[in-house]
């Protein structure tokens, strides 16, 4: 019952750790790729950026086990973006589980960029993700490029436009907002991921 | 419409939050972990920790403290106060911390910056700013933290916090001397100038005296949220009826 948390670098997951702890998840944050092979569900947190984070993880021998790790991967911010096939930030090609490019959100007078603050979740369709959590509950977000729509959106938001903010397709999941951040209902969607069948 | 965030700042000196007027003089206003989460239960939308004296005494913040708050708080937390060097922020981060506030340092050494935010995202990067009225512009000011060593800098304000955004800032907290601790309002002409020159979220702090200030800040100076301290730490004024008075106003807040 075992949820690797990949160390990737510099970021909060410090603050993934301890929403992990709050639900009494059994989790360890590591980077040694064999410790992660054998761990029943990865999540991926967001650390800089995309092209940085994919130097690390090949650096780490991780590219190629969390492309085809068979069983449930959440990537939370950058690492939901990672997901895609590629980014625009840094032009760097990601791990490919979703298709489609990853862009830079547009600064506006209305939505300053970085996207900071909570906003609403809209659900694309029922998910076990969304398991108990509210239509239009509010999630914390933190960034300043996004995930396009499509196949895998489970929940749209919008902040200057529209864009993926929860995602999933086999068993690759992702999350654009911090649950380890957002209230309960952050909560529950992590609480929702660890009950996924492995 | 992009949510308008309320944030409560805990002003922490010698493990305890303290609460002073125009940056002299404080008083003793509770524990961190108990104000954080009460704060949270009323609907904060993020928390800053700010050890108003470390940059003063030439020190970093106290980690154990941060951790304590950082592992039962499910908000945002941001903490400030001497963080010099990078080692230092990532040390915040591996603690709890989801973003660094950094201020008289990044005067002292403005490529801080830039290698904070190389490090670990723009994201991360707060930059506060101490700013105050002076013959018909706007100063920054350093080591605020105690009125022993508070100075003046040669730095304009508004130049000021356009070169921390093109160094790599992600969002700018704009506090306002001449207002802090006084609850007369948000200096809302000084925060709308800052506004006009910025592309990154910039929040307003000092001034805030009740409810009504805040639809006013956001009326008036189109900031992406608002920061308060005393108001909230002496229940003059509940997060509650600040969220119930801005939706009033026609913007969204989480409620």
Known sequence: ?198 | MPTKRIIACLDVKGGRVVKGVRFEGHADAGDPLDLTLRYRDEGADEIVIYDIAASAERRTLDYAWLSAVARKLDIPLCVAGGIRTVEQAVACLDHGADKVSINSPALERPDFINELADVAGTQCVVVGVDSRAEGGDWMTYQYSGDASTIRRTPRRTLDWIVETQQRGAGEIVLNCMDRDGTRDGYDIEQLAAARRVLTIPLIASGGAGNAVHFAQVFAGADVSGALAASIFHFRRVQISEVKAEVAKAGFEVRL
């Open chain 1, 1 to 198: 019952m075992t949820t690797a948390v990949v160390k990737l670098g510099v970021g909060n997951t410090a603050s993934v750790m301890f929403a992990l702890e709050r639900l009494g998840a059994p989790a360890i944050l590591t980077d040694d790729a064999i410790c992660i092979a054998e761990a029943d569900r990865i999540i991926l947190p967001g650390v800089g950026a995309a092209a940085h984070a994919m130097h690390l993880l090949q650096t780490k021998g991780l590219v190629e086990l969390l492309t085809t790790f068979p069983r449930p991967l959440l990537g939370i911010c950058l690492g939901q973006q990672l997901l895609y096939e590629d980014s625009e930030e840094g032009d760097a090609i990601t791990l490919g589980r979703i298709p489609g490019r990853v862009t830079r959100l547009a600064a506006t007078p209305e939505a300053p960029s970085p996207h900071m603050g909570w906003t609403r979740l809209k659900p694309d369709h029922d998910h076990p993700l969304l398991e108990g959590v509210a239509s239009g509950a509010y999630a914390y977000f933190v960034h300043s490029y996004v995930c396009p729509t499509g196949e895998a959106t489970v929940a749209i938001a919008e902040y200057g436009e529209r864009f993926s903010a929860l995602v999933a397709r086999g068993n690759a999941f992702g999350c654009q907002f911090h649950p380890e951040r957002s209230g309960p209902a952050g909560a529950r969607i992590l609480s929702n991921f660890l009950s996924l069948p492995c």
